[in-house]
């Protein structure tokens, strides 16, 4: 009987893999910030250097890590790219985070694993 239960287990965490691996790509604060600003339309690279305040190869390495996660596409507009989201369910997801941290309060902010105060700002 336990062994059925070590390979139900094992298939779930085969099936969260895509979940969490989503979740890591937005775990970056300068590439949810990214995410967001695309939420409100698409923009170009140096629209993002301006919101985000980092350079352009920094945020230029965010978008291709998007990118290679399928969130984000671009489009050439002459010398420039055009980047939008690719998944509108992007927004929605969001959306329920917000509400999520909201319901929560603090308790994510604060969290000794997860918190404010125990994160390193990733830049690259």
């Not at 336990?2 to 989503?22: F, G, K, Y």
């Not at 902010?109 to 990733?122: I, Q, S």
């Amino acid at each position: 009987m336990e062994m059925i239960s070590d390979v139900a287990a094992a298939m779930q965490r085969v099936e969260l893999t895509p979940a969490a691996a989503l979740f890591r790509s937005l775990g970056d604060v300068t590439r949810l910030a990214i995410v967001r600003r695309l939420a409100r339309g698409p923009a170009r690279v140096t629209d993002l250097v301006e919101h985000v305040g980092l350079s352009q190869s920094t945020v230029s390495k965010h978008l291709a890590c998007l990118k290679d996660c399928g969130l984000v596409d671009s489009e050439p507009r002459g010398r420039a790219s055009l980047f939008r989201l690719t998944q509108p369910a992007v927004v929605d997801l969001l959306a329920a985070a917000e509400e999520v941290l909201t319901a929560t309060g603090q308790a994510v902010a604060e969290c000794p694993n997860y918190g404010a105060d125990c994160r390193t700002v990733e830049t690259a």
